[in-house]
């Protein structure tokens, strides 16, 4: 018998790879209105959260349900990519042949985003992930980059998103002018133990699940880090498999936990 099979599971929902299902917690409605109060105003936004809060989850679900014909999202992570590599991708993402100088690059992305909110009324969505490896000469740059009239309009978005370190960084005196342009700073928290357990619930819903899978005491053992829960569950139900056991106890929950413990 399979795993999916023996839990009444369509697929793994717990897997890192499976079908991407989204838990709209208390924390995500309130990051999402968050993002549509910036995506409105414009500007600077900072989004941070520590490791497996589905930061990258949330951001990529918020841009996709935003009006293309008003906005024009562009997505980058800068755990993937040079400095140089940065500024020539945002001016090809944004529709310009790209330059192999970095002053050239700005004057292009310039012209970019003018053309696309003044000529096309499209707001530009510049979309930052890994944003806490961002150097201090990049801060300072996008300060300058996006500095349109003399401070008094905004054409584009650009959404800052990492880790709460990313905060730190930006109290340094030399990133006073930058900080001040910052309109929404939101960190997200963890689960609270109900909205663990309800996150659980809807994972084993959206896989197809219709029997209660988890014991109420082995519910208990959720964090409060998306991530982590899932990891927790996946192993729960292979060490549950594993002995032919139809229910996940609180016991089967407290071996997976010693396994990632010694792991």
Known sequence: MELTARYG??????????????????????AKFRLDYLAKTKGFGLLTGAPGRGKT????????????????????????????D?????????????????????????EEINRLALDKRKTP????????????????????????EMDSLDRAVILLVGLPQLNNTLQLSIHEPLRQRVI????????????????IEWKLKKAGCTDSVF????????????RVISKLCNASLV??????ANRITSDIVMQAINDSTLG
């Open 125 to 148: 969505v510049i979309i930052i992930d890994e944003a806490n490896y961002i150097k201090n000469a990049v801060l300072n740059d996008l300060k300058i980059l996006f500095n349109f």
């Open 215 to 226: 014991d109420d005491a082995a519910m208990n053992a959720s964090d409060g880090t998306a």
């Open 57 to 84: 989850t949330l951001v990529r679900s918020w841009s996709a349900g935003l009006n293309p014909s008003l906005y024009k999202v562009i997505y980058t992570s800068l755990s993937t990519v040079t400095v140089n």
């Open 184 to 199: 929404m700073n939101y960190n997200i928290d963890g689960y609270s133990k109900e909205e663990g357990r309800a996150y």
């Open 239 to 244: 060490i549950g498999h594993s002995q032919s």
């Open 9 to 30: 599971l369509e697929f793994n929902p717990f897997l890192k790879n499976s079908k991407e299902i989204l838990f709209e917690g208390t924390e995500y409605t309130e």
């Open 86 to 110: 940065f500024y020539r991708n945002l001016a090809a993402s944004l529709g310009a042949q790209a330059s192999y100088r970095k002053t050239e690059n700005f004057h292009i992305i310039q």
